[in-house]
């Protein structure tokens, strides 16, 4: 941990880790943490300012308040951030930025003169008030952290579950570099990831980070355990207890490890509601980790970082932007984006028309202007003309957001032509689609996946 804290005390608001990015960004560390954690420990934590934010129930309002009431006597500089608790019997001033949605956030259309001075007001409180000095960077982080995984792990073995995301990607590499051939990776591909995502995840680790990485092929497995199955979340419990079962074999053949690499971040400490590392995130959302690998210790190297500062982590040790600034992908992978039953034929039509549409996108320039952008294999055939013959098959639709927490999320004008050209494209080279349509729904009504 940084011995220069500022503490963000989360009052029941909606903007408490939107804040602690926001700060981090100023390089300065700090967490988040619920209004009612113990007084001592808040103390122990030596943190150079508080930020309170949010505002409890009204069942709750008296608590709040007394529990702002205790950290006044910290002496501590307080800055007050869309908080609707009371302030009072204060020893020091209290500065305040109101309506963060509309300002510190910039999440409507209001000024960019309001935005600008709440940051202001933010980094003075930051580096005037409470005297940081700015010394949260993640080239630091990621040095200091390989030092203590190395020292943590000694020659001791360590396993981990890699998925080709970001976030187990990472926490890979980093154990990686702290002890090398200790390391065992293993990769259930369950033939469901995106075109030729396997190999390169496969070459990446083998050949760039000479990791030791054992890939199973484990598609028809998983196509067989899926045969015939519709409903989204039958499907999404069948690929996250099937991989757990893959895993698990395959974690036996190497006997016991000592430690278990999980890839949590810091908004799974924050949503776990009582800032518990110890909680084991789910596998890919899909399912829980093993339980009947034999290992003594979870090890999270990232837990500490938001999703952003994971993805500067990722450069920062050498991992290929391609690899780091994926967009995020549903654990189940394309079994979410495949209306209907899964078969072999289907994820293949779904791979190349999600293919031509991400490479289309990232030719037209729009690749990083789009929080996530997708393919979709409805379970709507219609009639069709291709070679001058009457077809009968699929439509494909093609989804893609702009969003910021991805709680809320609003569709994208992609270009009419671009679009055209991604249609065009799709029904002449895949085989079985005549058909393709654009989601113009934002989350919510709808989701963002589209199950």
Same mark, same amino acid.
């Given at each position: 941990m940084?011995?220069?804290?500022i503490?963000?005390?989360?009052?029941?608001g909606?903007?408490?880790?939107?804040?602690?990015?926001?700060?981090?960004?100023?390089?300065? %560390?700090?967490?988040?943490?619920?209004?009612y954690?113990?007084?001592?420990?808040?103390?122990?934590?030596?943190?150079?300012?508080?930020?309170?934010?949010?505002?409890?129930?009204?069942?709750?309002?008296? /608590?709040?308040?007394?529990?702002?009431?205790?950290?006044?006597?910290?002496?501590?500089?307080?800055?007050?951030?869309?908080?609707?608790?009371?302030?009072?019997?204060?020893?020091?001033?209290?500065?305040?930025?109101?309506?963060?949605?509309?300002?510190?956030?910039?999440?409507?259309?209001?000024?960019?003169?309001?935005e600008?001075?709440?940051?202001?007001?933010?980094?003075?409180?930051?580096?005037?008030?409470?005297?940081?000095?700015?010394s949260?960077?993640?080239?630091?982080?990621?040095?200091?952290? =390989?030092?203590?995984l190395?020292?943590?792990?000694?020659?001791q073995?360590?396993?981990?579950?890699?998925?080709?995301?970001?976030?187990?990607?990472?926490a890979a590499?980093?154990?990686?570099?702290?002890?090398?051939?200790?390391?065992?990776?293993?990769?259930?591909?369950?033939?469901?990831?995106?075109?030729n995502?396997?190999?390169?995840?496969?070459?990446?680790?083998?050949?760039?980070? /000479?990791?030791n990485?054992?890939?199973?092929?484990?598609?028809?497995?998983?196509?067989?355990?899926?045969?015939?199955?519709?409903?989204p979340e039958?499907?999404?419990?069948? =690929?996250?207890?099937?991989?757990?079962r893959?895993?698990?074999?395959?974690?036996?053949k190497?006997?016991?490890?000592?430690?278990?690499?999980?890839?949590?971040?810091?908004? /799974?400490?924050?949503?776990?509601?009582?800032?518990?590392?110890?909680?084991?995130?789910?596998?890919?959302?899909?399912?829980?980790?093993?339980?009947?690998?034999?290992?003594k210790?979870?090890?999270?190297?990232?837990k #500490?970082?938001f999703?952003?500062?994971?993805?500067?982590?990722?450069?920062?040790?050498?991992?290929?932007?391609?690899?780091?600034?994926?967009?995020?992908?549903?654990?189940?992978?394309l079994?979410?984006?495949?209306?209907?039953?899964i078969?072999?034929?289907?994820?293949?039509?779904?791979?190349?028309? #999600?293919?031509? %549409?991400?490479e289309?996108?990232?030719?037209?320039?729009?690749?990083?202007?789009?929080?996530?952008?997708?393919?979709?294999?409805?379970?709507?055939?219609?009639?069709?003309?291709?070679?001058?013959?009457?077809? %009968?098959?699929?439509?494909?639709?093609?989804?893609?957001?702009?969003?910021?927490?991805?709680?809320?999320a609003?569709?994208?004008e992609i270009?009419?032509?671009?679009?055209?050209?991604?249609?065009?494209?799709?029904?002449?080279?895949?085989?079985h689609?005549?058909?393709i349509?654009y989601?113009?729904?934002?989350?919510?009504?709808?989701?963002?996946?589209?199950?």
């Amino acid at each position: 941990m940084e011995k220069e804290l500022i503490i963000i005390l989360d009052f029941g608001g909606q903007y408490a880790q939107l804040i602690a990015r926001h700060i981090r960004q100023q390089n300065v %560390y700090c967490e988040v943490i619920p209004y009612y954690i113990e007084f001592d420990k808040v103390k122990a934590m030596a943190p150079k300012g508080l930020i309170f934010t949010g505002g409890a129930l009204e069942a709750a309002e008296q /608590d709040s308040t007394a529990s702002a009431s205790k950290f006044y006597t910290l002496g501590l500089p307080i800055l007050a951030i869309d908080y609707r608790g009371q302030l009072n019997n204060s020893p020091t001033p209290i500065a305040t930025i109101e309506e963060p949605e509309r300002s510190l956030f910039g999440q409507d259309n209001s000024s960019k003169e309001n935005e600008s001075k709440a940051i202001e007001t933010l980094r003075n409180f930051l580096y005037n008030t409470c005297g940081c000095s700015g010394s949260w960077h993640m080239t630091t982080f990621v040095d200091r952290s =390989i030092k203590q995984l190395k020292e943590k792990i000694g020659n001791q073995k360590v396993l981990c579950a890699l998925s080709g995301g970001v976030d187990s990607s990472v926490a890979a590499v980093m154990i990686s570099k702290a002890v090398g051939k200790q390391l065992t990776c293993i990769f259930v591909d369950h033939g469901l990831l995106r075109k030729n995502e396997g190999d390169e995840v496969e070459d990446i680790f083998t050949n760039q980070f /000479d990791v030791n990485l054992i890939r199973v092929n484990a598609q028809e497995r998983f196509y067989n355990k899926l045969a015939g199955v519709t409903d989204p979340e039958r499907k999404r419990k069948i =690929i996250g207890e099937e991989f757990i079962r893959v895993f698990e074999e395959e974690a036996k053949k190497i006997g016991r490890v000592d430690y278990l690499v999980q890839g949590t971040i810091y908004p /799974d400490i924050i949503e776990s509601g009582a800032g518990n590392s110890k909680v084991i995130k789910s596998h890919h959302n899909v399912g829980g980790l093993p339980d009947y690998v034999d290992f003594k210790e979870i090890i999270e190297p990232l837990k #500490d970082l938001f999703k952003d500062e994971v993805r500067k982590a990722g450069l920062v040790l050498g991992i290929p932007e391609k690899l780091v600034n994926r967009q995020p992908f549903p654990g189940p992978g394309l079994g979410v984006r495949i209306i209907g039953d899964i078969t072999a034929d289907k994820v293949k039509i779904l791979q190349e028309a #999600d293919y031509i %549409y991400r490479e289309e996108i990232a030719k037209a320039g729009l690749d990083k202007q789009i929080s996530q952008y997708f393919a979709v294999l409805t379970n709507l055939k219609s009639v069709g003309v291709k070679n001058n013959e009457r077809t %009968y098959d699929y439509t494909v639709a093609l989804r893609a957001v702009k969003t910021t927490d991805f709680m809320t999320a609003d569709y994208v004008e992609i270009p009419w032509d671009i679009l055209g050209k991604i249609s065009e494209r799709i029904v002449n080279e895949v085989e079985h689609v005549n058909r393709i349509c654009y989601d113009i729904t934002s989350k919510p009504p709808a989701t963002i996946e589209f199950e």
